[in-house]
């Protein structure tokens, strides 16, 4: 069975500033590894995912994670956030085998302030 | 391309009753899963259908059920309704040969009184 703990239930930040969403996630078996994000009112939507090779992956609105296998982390990190990046944030996990049950943390709250 | 619907957008329903909740994958799916996301917590998985059969289940009781049909639509059924049931209810689709890759739709809330 795989488990995931996003270690921030919130976290604020200022505009321009950088910011690290910190995963980590539990499993016996090879995983896939996913970052979602949901704005208010609408559901997930796919930000960027680790599947295999190269272990940082990044996203198309500046948004990377690098996947960590002895530390078992995925940190989600964005080196200049804007208003629009407020949003929950949740980092998931699936068995490599078995990738139609995605596993999902608790969520981190970004806020970000002018 | 139309992505991933749901429907209704919101219901309310009281204690003991039975609801029926609606979604349409993306275009060229054929795989549909459902999620139970509690408010402030992350989605739970409840089951997955594919080829009109449910392929896998998650921790949920056999009040929640489901449905696909020859289009690829799913339906997620609950009876006896309890308030702990109060959630927004995710549809996800995904394909061959990206199966691990899930769309989702922008789910319908559930709320029981």
């Known amino acids: 069975a795989q488990s995931v703990t996003q270690l921030d239930s919130q976290v604020p930040v200022f505009e321009e500033a950088p910011v690290e969403l910190r995963c980590n996630y539990s499993?016996?078996?090879?995983?896939?590894l996913f970052w979602y994000v949901q704005y208010p009112n609408q559901g997930l939507q796919l930000l960027l995912k680790?599947?295999?090779?190269?272990?940082l992956v990044e996203s198309i609105n500046g948004f990377e994670a690098e996947f960590n296998k002895s530390q078992t982390s995925f940190h989600l990190r964005k080196p200049s956030v804007h208003i629009s990046d407020t949003a929950e944030y949740f980092c998931?996990?699936?068995?490599?085998?078995?990738?139609?049950?995605?596993?999902f943390g608790q969520g981190t709250t970004l806020q970000v302030k002018p | 391309d139309a992505g991933v619907t749901q429907s209704p957008t919101h219901l309310i329903k009281t204690r003991g009753q039975q609801v029926t909740l609606r979604c349409s994958p993306k275009?060229?799916?054929?795989?549909v899963s459902w999620y139970q996301q509690a408010l402030g917590q992350g989605p739970q998985f409840i089951f997955q259908?594919?080829?009109?059969?449910?392929?896998q289940r998650g921790n949920f009781p056999d009040r929640f059920s489901g449905h696909q049909f020859p289009n690829y639509s799913s339906e997620l059924n609950v009876n006896a309704l309890l308030l702990g049931d109060s959630a927004l209810y995710l549809c996800?689709?995904?394909?061959?040969?990206?199966?691990?890759?899930?769309?989702f739709g922008p789910g319908t809330r559930l709320t029981v009184t």
């Open positions: 996800a689709s995904s394909a061959l040969p990206q199966p691990y890759e899930q769309y």
């Open positions: 499993s016996s078996v090879s995983v896939y």
């Open positions: 680790y599947l295999s090779g190269s272990t």
């Open positions: 998931a996990v699936s068995a490599s085998s078995n990738t139609g049950k995605l596993i």
């Open positions: 275009s060229g799916h054929d795989t």
């Open positions: 259908y594919y080829e009109e059969e449910e392929r």
